[in-house]
């Protein structure tokens, strides 16, 4: 099966893209906080290094980053702009200064015993041949046993009703929020069971599979190394 590509959706300003997905996503606070949260929780206190896999942009950087001083960041994206965006994103913010983006995929990464891992907004851009099962597996030898990644991603099954009803109110608030209807019937087209995605995960040896947020065509979890 073949995933529609990052860097084929029409962005016409990569600048725009924290303005874009705040109007596309929705809950995309939320999210983060939820996040945030999650790994407060879990994690211990002190020095903590987070894998963040997908973090073109920065955003997610920057807001678990900001109020956690003893976090430092590793992340990774496939897609130069994005990571160039993400590091200038970050230049000069307190997180900014524990973080470091590679334009890299995950299996290329050295960096081993992370102590949590993000995949937000990211895993639905891998498309669901070996690849996205080897893409957890990746990111699971990176992380300490029992350590927790918090993947939040598009969930849906093409055709089938429910999803379709859920795409057309995703794209609805989407022009609500000010996005043409063009480009919001063009965005994220993008179709994974969350049966399918919690089966992947599985396979790739994550355990104890936590739901922390559902939305219109969004699913995030908890799943633990
Ligand atoms: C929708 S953006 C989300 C970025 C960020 N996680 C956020 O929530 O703001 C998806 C990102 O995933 C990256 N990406 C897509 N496939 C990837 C892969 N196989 N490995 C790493 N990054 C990937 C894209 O380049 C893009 O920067």
């Given at each position: 099966?073949?995933?529609?590509?990052?860097?084929?959706?029409?962005?016409?300003?990569?600048?725009?893209?924290?303005?874009l997905?705040?109007?596309?996503?929705?809950?995309?606070?939320?999210?983060?906080?939820?996040?945030?949260?999650?790994?407060?929780?879990?994690?211990?206190?002190?020095?903590?290094?987070?894998?963040?896999?997908?973090?073109?942009?920065?955003?997610?950087?920057?807001r678990?980053?900001?109020d956690?001083?003893?976090w430092?960041?590793?992340?990774?994206?496939?897609?130069?702009?994005?990571?160039d965006?993400?590091?200038?994103?970050?230049?000069?913010?307190?997180?900014?200064?524990r973080?470091?983006?590679?334009?890299?995929?995950?299996?290329?990464?050295?960096?081993?015993?992370?102590?949590?891992?993000?995949?937000i907004?990211?895993?639905?851009?891998?498309?669901?041949?070996?690849?996205?099962?080897?893409?957890?597996?990746a990111?699971?030898?990176r992380?300490?046993?029992g350590?927790?990644?918090?993947?939040?991603?598009?969930?849906?099954?093409?055709?089938?009703?429910?999803?379709?009803?859920?795409?057309?109110?995703?794209?609805?608030?989407?022009?609500?929020?000010?996005?043409?209807?063009?480009?919001?019937?063009?965005?994220?087209k993008?179709a994974?069971?969350?049966e399918?995605?919690?089966?992947?995960?599985?396979?790739?040896?994550?355990?104890?599979?936590?739901?922390?947020?559902?939305?219109?065509?969004?699913?995030?979890c908890?799943?633990?190394?």
């Amino acid at each position: 099966m073949t995933a529609l590509k990052f860097e084929d959706q029409e962005i016409p300003n990569l600048d725009d893209y924290a303005t874009l997905d705040k109007q596309f996503i929705p809950g995309r606070r939320a999210i983060f906080a939820i996040v945030e949260a999650s790994l407060l929780e879990l994690v211990p206190e002190g020095p903590v290094s987070v894998l963040v896999v997908g973090a073109g942009g920065g955003e997610e950087i920057l807001r678990h980053g900001s109020d956690n001083p003893d976090w430092s960041f590793v992340g990774v994206d496939s897609y130069e702009p994005m990571v160039d965006l993400a590091r200038r994103h970050l230049a000069e913010t307190p997180a900014g200064d524990r973080a470091q983006v590679e334009a890299t995929a995950i299996d290329d990464l050295d960096e081993k015993n992370f102590d949590a891992a993000t995949c937000i907004h990211t895993a639905y851009f891998v498309p669901d041949d070996s690849s996205k099962l080897a893409f957890f597996t990746a990111i699971r030898a990176r992380m300490k046993p029992g350590t927790p990644l918090a993947v939040v991603d598009g969930v849906g099954v093409e055709g089938e009703p429910q999803t379709e009803l859920l795409r057309r109110i995703w794209t609805r608030r989407a022009v609500l929020n000010g996005v043409t209807a063009t480009s919001a019937e063009n965005f994220k087209k993008v179709a994974l069971s969350v049966e399918r995605q919690e089966e992947l995960l599985t396979s790739a040896g994550f355990e104890r599979i936590t739901p922390i947020f559902r939305g219109p065509a969004i699913k995030g979890c908890l799943a633990f190394a």
